[in-house]
């Protein structure tokens, strides 16, 4: 990007921690900015995997063979989609989470993508629906799973002088956190995320609670990653992931939490398996008042972005951004 723009940079910030990358890179950029590293600095990405022929829960995971445990587990030919069927195993045995709950996520998200005209799935879905597509991974069905689109985002972050000289709303980030979340040598949780890590360090920033937040953008690649990082980010009890979600709760307007207004990853887009950076984007259309008319949330104020980067089992990361509306 630097070079096709033939931009002469100041400060680069290359790092990568899969899906959540972007959202770290939120808190990199105010943290260089605050440090008079740059004054303007842009997050950007863009990918073509639906292009290319990417489908899903078919592609073996080959990548990261320098980790010490690839020769292992490389050999099990393991896909995102497996390790996800395993978490949604263990978190309906756990705690009794049900089918029906989990296609609740995907349902919502489609209330919301019938509005975009952007979406890839603009279907209005049922719990049928769901529930009778094909077998992905058991417990999880095609429709669980986000839809592979080509796509792309940018953010820009600059000092408080210079955004209060433009014309659009002035939307701060107040809070940040990011962490890797461990394989605890084997002996990892599958129902826990690192929300609970990147979550709670953002609240305390922030200095805000979870009942706090207006509108969420949380990270969709499947539906039951939504309940586990909802649980780890405090918006319910740990095991109650299933009943927060179920009969409308994350629909805007009609729930207790909206979330992913645009549709998120499960029905409008989930751009080279990047979808952090359109849940910053949504994040803010929300506190400028520039969502859609019939998914735009009152009086928006607080909103959260967060979301993981690779993969629990296989090295996880997350990150967790609060953005305030001034």
């Not at 805007?252 to 990047?274: A, E, F, I, Q, Y």
């Amino acid at each position: 990007m630097a070079d096709y723009l033939n931009l002469k940079v100041r400060w680069l910030d290359g790092t990568e921690a899969g899906g959540c990358s972007y959202l770290a890179h939120i808190q990199h950029a105010a943290v260089a900015i605050a440090a008079g590293r740059c004054s303007i600095a842009l997050i950007t990405l863009a990918g073509k995997p639906r292009s290319s022929g990417m489908a899903t829960g078919t592609m073996p995971q080959t990548a990261g063979s320098d980790r010490p445990e690839a020769p292992w587990t490389s050999t099990y030919r393991w896909s995102i989609a497996g390790i996800y069927g395993m978490c949604a195993q263990r978190h309906m045995h756990q705690y009794g989470t049900t089918l029906e709950q989990m296609a609740w996520v995907k349902v919502s998200a489609s209330h919301h993508a019938q509005y975009n005209t952007h979406a890839l799935l603009r279907k209005l879905l049922t719990i049928d629906d769901v529930m009778d597509s094909p077998v992905i991974s058991d417990p999880i069905r095609r429709l669980d799973c986000c839809v592979i689109t080509d796509g792309g985002g940018a953010l820009v972050l600059t000092t408080p002088e210079i955004a209060r000289s433009l014309s659009r709303p002035f939307v701060r980030v107040i809070g940040a956190g990011q962490t890797i979340y461990t394989n605890d040598g084997g002996y990892c949780d599958l129902t826990r995320t690192g929300a609970e890590r990147s979550g709670a360090a953002a609240f305390r920033e922030a200095g805000i609670m979870p009942s706090d937040i207006d509108y969420a953008s949380i990270y969709d690649n499947f539906t039951i990653a939504v309940i586990m990082q909802l649980e780890d980010l405090g918006f319910c009890e740990k095991g109650r992931g299933g009943a927060f979600v179920a009969d409308g709760n994350l629909i805007s307007g009609v729930g207790k939490l909206p979330w992913n207004t645009d549709g998120g990853g499960l029905c409008n887009n989930h751009p080279m398996n990047r979808g952090g950076i359109t849940k910053a984007i949504e994040a803010v259309r929300q506190l400028r008042g520039e969502a859609h008319p019939a998914v735009q949330v009152k009086n928006c104020r607080l909103a959260l972005a967060s979301g993981p980067g690779l993969v629990t089992g296989g090295g996880h990361a997350h990150a967790s951004v609060i953005f305030e509306r001034n």
